[in-house]
């Protein structure tokens, strides 16, 4: 089994709003050095989430960094973590992280972490959905070398079942999709099945939402997370991928 190691470069206007959005991404799978460094297209997206962003010189940066990577022949000596921490300002790596990936399936894991990571590089359509995403959460945990429960199976207060899509150490994961032209009442329902979830756990369990949007500000979107804020541990957005994701399993676990 050989290792793949990923890396995501973002831009980060404000380290005080911590928004950010995905750029790049430097893979490196190290048993046959092979590299790549993928560079969005969508630009326009770039723009309108900042729009005092000079595009052109990024794109240029982007590759430099492009050329930096190389090759065996033409940089011999390449050391992924060395590249990444030249960038540590607006424009930055977020940390490596190490799958285990067999030679054969490299292009089509370096695939799916690119749909993971970049979304809205794709038609809706394409765009990974919720179960991917779980699965693709699993093999960070194990990655990581979290110990975890899928599909963890509990009881509520009154002895109703609730299930987590996810359990490690004292958190519970569960899963919210919003990328929808509406949300339904049905929906908005479980919303707020999960809110009271949240503040009524009887074995203290703090429960993290994991959620996908492509539109924060959209009124139904935006009340459907003001309830879930109101009772959850950490709401935390998928929309660029799992970056958010680790900071935040790296915070929890340490």
Not at 55 to 61: A, N, T
Not at 163 to 172: A, E, L, P
Request: aromatic share 12%; charged share 30%.
């Amino acid at each position: 089994m050989g290792e793949l190691k990923y890396a995501i470069m973002r831009y980060t206007p404000s380290l005080v709003s911590g928004e950010s959005i995905n750029l790049a991404a430097l893979f490196f799978y190290v048993d046959t050095d092979y590299r790549e460094f993928y560079i969005i297209n969508n630009w326009n997206r770039v723009a309108a989430f900042d729009d005092t962003l000079n595009v052109p010189m990024i794109k240029d940066i982007l590759l430099d960094i492009q050329d930096a990577v190389g090759t065996s022949i033409t940089n011999p000596d390449f050391d992924i973590k060395r590249l990444c921490a030249r960038y540590s300002n607006e424009l930055h790596f977020d940390n490596a992280i190490s799958l285990p990936v067999e030679e054969k399936n490299l292009f089509k894991q370096i695939d799916e972490v690119k749909r993971m990571y970049f979304q809205f590089e794709l038609e809706k359509e394409l765009r990974p959905k919720k179960d991917e995403q779980k699965r693709f959460l699993g093999r960070i945990l194990k990655a990581k070398e979290i110990e975890y429960r899928r599909d963890d199976h509990q009881l509520g207060k009154y002895n109703e079942p609730i299930v987590y899509d996810y359990s490690f150490s004292n958190y519970g994961v569960k899963f919210f999709n919003f990328d929808l032209d509406s949300i339904q009442s049905q929906t908005i329902n479980k919303v707020k099945a999960w809110a009271w979830n949240c503040a009524n756990s009887i074995d203290g369990k703090k429960v993290i939402i994991f959620y996908n949007s492509s539109d924060d500000t959209r009124a139904d979107v935006s009340a459907a997370l003001s309830i879930l804020r109101e009772s959850a541990f950490m709401v935390v957005s998928i929309n660029e991928g799992f970056g958010n994701v680790i900071n935040v399993l790296d915070k929890l676990i340490s």
